[in-house]
């Protein structure tokens, strides 16, 4: 499973009871603090094996370095921030490769395993499910702030927090709890990932636009002009298959396109599992998740913010 349509990690079997999980993540520096930047790193790169219900297992580093114009110790920090997600994971760093390069760049291939007739695929909702998110969203418009230095230090410290925790205990308590659907919101935006749930398949969607979690500043930095380019061009892309209410405030009509780095699980639950899930979640320390809308028969393949 894997590149026949967008699925978050490619997926192959070795026998009836165990398939190996391969993802492979990076991006250059999003947050000034180098540690923090490899922490996030590492996150990104082992959230969709934790989107697919898979246990990662071990990693490989990929590094892009100005290894002439910047000092070293930026490198090991970044490095160590790595490190330290893949130990709070459980999982082992067996290699690597780095090249020097005039634009930093840091992430990891990650490879995992998972039973085969347990995959959460994207695509496979049912009417009626209800939709969780896990994490705020926002962090594209924040560190598009952080670029120009306008982003207020308390927005850049939740964002650093929520981008670097890990998707592990979201994966867990979907995994006990159970769902029939699942994506991790990334580069594409909310609406891009959400769109894998109804593309192709027999429903439509219906987001909550006051139940979405979002950073607290993202509003106001969104109105005075940080907009990622993902966002337009995110836009751009999907928004044929959006439908906003005309109450729908201008803010939402953006944050549902923002390009996510290190984003929360989505996933489509049936009904009558979905306040245990959330509850759970939080009692796991999980504290954005949230209902934030539901799958139906009407309006196939297409998505409603209301
Ligand atoms: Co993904
Ligand atoms: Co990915």
Redesign the pocket.
């Known amino acids: 499973m894997g590149m026949e349509r967008a699925e978050?990690?490619g997926i192959y079997k070795i026998a009836d009871n165990l398939a190996i999980v391969q993802?492979v993540d990076f991006f250059t520096p999003i947050v000034d603090d180098p540690y923090a930047y490899g922490q996030i790193s590492g996150a990104n790169s082992l959230?969709?094996v934790y989107?697919k219900g898979g246990r990662p297992l071990t990693a490989m580093n990929m590094v892009c370095f100005p290894i002439k114009t910047m000092d070293i110790s930026i490198l090991r920090s970044i490095l160590a921030g790595g490190l330290d997600k893949l130990h709070e994971a459980g999982v082992i760093l067996i290699g690597g490769h780095s090249v020097d390069d005039q634009e930093l760049k840091y992430g990891m291939s990650v490879t995992g395993v998972i039973d085969p007739r347990k995959v959460i695929a994207n695509n496979t909702g049912h009417d009626g499910d209800m939709l969780i998110l896990t994490k705020p969203l926002g962090t594209g418009i924040i560190s598009t702030a952080i670029k120009a230095g306008a982003a207020p230090a308390s927005a850049v410290k939740q964002a650093i927090e929520s981008m670097s925790a890990l998707n592990k205990k979201a994966c867990e308590v979907m995994l006990e709890v159970g769902v029939n659907a699942c994506?991790?919101i990334?580069g594409f935006g909310l609406i891009g990932?959400a769109a894998e749930f109804v593309l192709d398949t027999s429903l439509g969607m219906t987001v909550y636009a006051e139940s979405l979690p979002y950073f607290k500043a993202a509003p106001k930095l969104a109105e005075a002009g940080y907009i990622p380019g993902g966002l337009t061009r995110n836009r751009e892309y999907r928004q044929n298959i959006v439908k906003f209410s005309p109450e729908t405030p201008d803010f939402i009509r953006q944050l549902v396109f923002d390009p996510q780095t290190s984003g929360g699980l989505f996933m489509a639950v049936a009904p009558e599992k979905a306040d245990l899930m959330v509850k759970r979640l939080h009692k796991a320390g999980v504290k954005a998740a949230a209902i934030v809308g539901e799958l139906t028969s009407r309006n196939k393949g297409k998505i409603t913010v209301k």
Do not use: E, L
Request: avoid cysteine; aromatic fraction near 0%.
């Open positions: 978050d990690a993802t959230s969709d989107a994506t991790d990334t990932h």
